[in-house]
């Protein structure tokens, strides 16, 4: 009778462990949510340590967050937020032509998304089409949003 109590004490403790991760997301989750919410935030620790210009701990963040949204895509391949911040972790990284590739991607999803307008154009500047970039920012015009405004800064040093 012990065993039987003590046993079924065990039992609901684990199978409410089992609800809780369930609930929390865990690696059930088939949408890739959470590695495009893990990536992101890698890609946001990752933006502040550059500003501190702390290049090299803000690459592995970087390289970490492309890992991250690598399988997001894996399981959501319409979403144009995960397409958004693999271009931008592989811009980050050096890989212009792919980082251009999930960009145009993401665009074909959501042609008006301003942070892969934004992003796209800063890599037209950076591998020297900014005839491209100033179209990105033409997308922008009007939006009153950041995006805008840091494209246009950019085009404008270049």
Request: proline fraction near 0%; glycine fraction near 6%; charge should be positive.
């Amino acid at each position: 009778m012990k065993f039987l109590i003590i046993f079924s004490v065990f039992f609901s403790i684990f199978a409410n462990l089992d609800l809780a991760y369930a609930a929390s997301g865990g690696s059930l989750d088939n949408t890739g949510s959470n590695y495009y919410q893990s990536g992101k935030k890698l890609i946001i620790r990752a933006k502040k340590l550059e500003k501190k210009e702390k290049i090299e701990k803000a690459n592995k963040l970087y390289l970490k967050a492309l890992s991250k949204l690598e399988k997001a895509y894996a399981k959501d391949k319409k979403n144009a937020d995960i397409l958004n911040y693999l271009g931008f972790a592989l811009r980050k990284t050096g890989d212009f032509k792919k980082a251009e590739k999930f960009y145009l991607e993401g665009l074909e999803i959501d042609a008006g998304h301003l942070g892969i307008n934004e992003y796209l154009g800063e890599l037209y500047v950076k591998t020297n089409r900014v005839k491209l970039a100033k179209e990105r920012l033409q997308i922008l015009n009007g939006c009153n949003c950041e995006e805008y405004d840091e494209l246009k800064e950019l085009i404008e040093k270049n």
